[in-house]
């Protein structure tokens, strides 16, 4: 990663230029999440939600391919350091199909769920412990996160020291 591709923004952001970028920055963060939660990716089609998804999941463990849970709803990982549930709900035709397909379980302590396109479950989904938004900018794109929750916020902290950490390198 050069500084070139990477552009500090104020406080719970960051612009990142390049797959390799969003890759790598996920694998700096994953971690921070071994001990589980609720993170909701959000943006737009092609945002790169999935991308960073893939970069997190094959940093905790997982080798081969991390694919798009768009038609199947979710794809779990059961990995040494910990369980993720990577979810894609684009597809998803009523939040009340999260019930019917066990979305509790899913959420259970200790597990990692990363959901795609959270407000399509809304009303069902509980609330998360941490938004990363994703915007397209062309040719990079901008990470904003925030914490909801005690841990959310704790994760959003060690988030800006591994960009801070990261940069400097």
Do not use: H, W, Y
């Given at each position: 990663m050069s500084k070139s591709e990477v552009t500090s923004q104020p406080a719970n952001s960051v612009i990142?230029?390049?797959e390799v970028n969003m890759?790598?920055?996920a694998a700096q963060v994953a971690p921070l999440?071994?001990?589980g939660g609720l993170i909701f990716l959000e943006g737009t089609l092609g945002a790169g939600k999935t991308t960073f998804s893939r970069g997190l999941i094959q940093a905790l463990g997982h080798v081969g391919a991390v694919?798009?849970?768009t038609y199947t709803l979710v794809e779990e990982y059961d990995l040494a350091a910990v369980r993720v549930c990577h979810f894609d709900l684009y597809r998803l035709g009523d939040p009340e199909e999260l019930e019917y397909m066990g979305i509790r379980e899913y959420l259970a302590d200790g597990?990692?769920?990363l959901i795609e396109w959270p407000e399509k479950g809304l009303g069902v989904l509980p609330?998360?412990?941490l938004i990363i938004q994703?915007?397209?900018l062309g040719d990079a794109r901008q990470l904003n996160w925030q914490g909801?929750?005690?841990r959310g916020i704790h994760w959003s902290e060690q988030l800006q020291k591994v960009l801070d950490e990261w940069q400097s390198k």
């Open positions: 990142l230029t390049g890759v790598g920055f999440l071994i001990d694919k798009s849970p597990t990692l769920c609330s998360a412990d994703i915007d397209d909801n929750t005690e």
